[in-house]
């Protein structure tokens, strides 16, 4: 019930296209979903967020949606860049403050 | 600013060894994770401080593992004896909570460092 399982484990787009990662939880008493953004050798930086009373959160070309009654989040990022490469993770926090994180989408943004 | 600052970058010993993985968290922050990031098992939460106090130290694998804050600034993950299987990045995070327990309305992000690489040969 802690899990979150996130898809596709890796991607390649084209530049230009739309590149969408997919997560999935199952406890309702999660209450906040962040998206982080790794690079090779450095640590998980926090790209955007969302509460679940909200549906859609855009910042810039990225784009957080989320449907509370299937309990999946999305992200889409838009006009996609090489410099977009890199590993996304998806994360729920839950009692405590407590993060659970997805296994993680290797992205590959093709020139 | 600063962000938090981990040490060393990368870490090298044979089993049985002991280790000590250090953290510095951002300035005013009163909030710090460790966090353990495998190909198998993802990025794990291994034990979290509220100001400096231990909180939930769940997701330490066993007796092997300790960790200390003995003060705002300056975090220990120590390894007593060191495996092979617990090679691994290792990543210190902080954050501000104006709560203890991180409730709904504390939305602060956390912030990463950038990760001991442990080798355990």
């Known amino acids: 019930q802690q899990q979150v399982k996130q898809s596709p484990q890796s991607l390649i787009v084209q530049k230009g296209g739309i590149s969408i990662i997919n997560c999935a939880y199952e406890?309702?008493?999660?209450?906040?979903f962040p998206w982080y953004q790794q690079f090779p050798g450095k640590g998980p930086a926090l790209l955007i967020a969302?509460?679940?009373?909200?549906s859609e959160k855009k910042e810039g070309r990225f784009t957080i949606s989320f449907n509370k009654s299937a309990k999946q989040f999305s992200l889409h990022i838009m006009d996609s860049q090489p410099g977009d490469s890199a590993t996304y993770f998806c994360a729920a926090r839950g009692r405590g403050g407590k993060l659970i994180f997805g296994q993680g989408t290797e992205l590959s943004v093709k020139p | 600013d600063a962000g938090v600052i981990q040490s060393p970058r990368h870490e090298v010993t044979e089993m049985g060894q002991e280790v000590t993985l250090r953290c510095k968290p951002i300035s005013g922050h009163n909030s710090l994770f460790w966090y353990r990031q495998t190909m198998m098992r993802g990025l794990e939460l291994l034990i979290y401080f509220n100001n400096n106090v231990p909180i939930d130290d769940s997701g330490m694998p066993e007796d092997r593992f300790s960790a200390k804050m003995p003060n705002a600034s300056f975090s220990t993950l120590k390894i007593q004896p060191s495996e092979p299987r617990d090679s691994a990045v290792y990543f210190c995070a902080s954050s501000f909570s104006r709560t203890y327990t991180l409730s709904a309305r504390d939305n602060q992000p956390q912030h990463f460092g950038d990760g001991t690489r442990l080798s355990i040969l």
């Open positions: 969302i509460r679940p009373d909200v």
């Open positions: 406890n309702t008493a999660f209450d906040y």
